[in-house]
């Protein structure tokens, strides 16, 4: 349930994020040798919050974090100006289990437990599409 990234432009500062049985995360940010909360808990789902992952967001100041729930929905959340908002990527037919994104950002990759995994890259701003949805046996 846990992502970390360095706070953009920052070679010093390290933040992670944890999603929660209770359908929230919550920020930590490193201060020093220990950890310290960052904000109030975000709640992003009904039920559980099963994954989140840091968006790279390479020369911009802003934060954006993708989280996926027990209510099936996958989410993006974006931190700016000081206040966070959120977009809805999609509904999925099963529970998503797992969330990553690729390295540069751009495309996020959406794992059920039932061996399925759904690429989305965003096309604009808020607006995502369906680039591959694979089953895959094992």
Avoid at 62 to 75: P, Q, W
Avoid at 99 to 112: A, E, M, P, R, T
């Amino acid at each position: 349930y846990m992502s970390f990234i360095e706070q953009p432009n920052s070679l010093t500062n390290v933040h992670f994020v944890a999603g929660a049985a209770d359908g929230t995360f919550t920020i930590f940010q490193s201060k020093g040798s220990s950890w310290a909360q960052e904000g109030q808990p975000i709640s992003a789902h009904d039920g559980a919050t099963n994954s989140v992952a840091w968006r790279p967001l390479p020369g911009f100041s802003r934060y954006e974090i993708a989280s996926c729930g027990s209510d099936c929905l996958v989410k993006l959340w974006t931190f700016e100006d000081n206040k966070w908002s959120c977009f809805e990527i999609c509904k999925c037919d099963e529970e998503p289990v797992a969330l990553k994104w690729s390295s540069c950002g751009f495309i996020l990759s959406v794992s059920s437990g039932t061996n399925t995994v759904a690429l989305y890259r965003e096309v604009s701003h808020n607006n995502w599409e369906i680039i591959d949805n694979s089953n895959s046996s094992m």
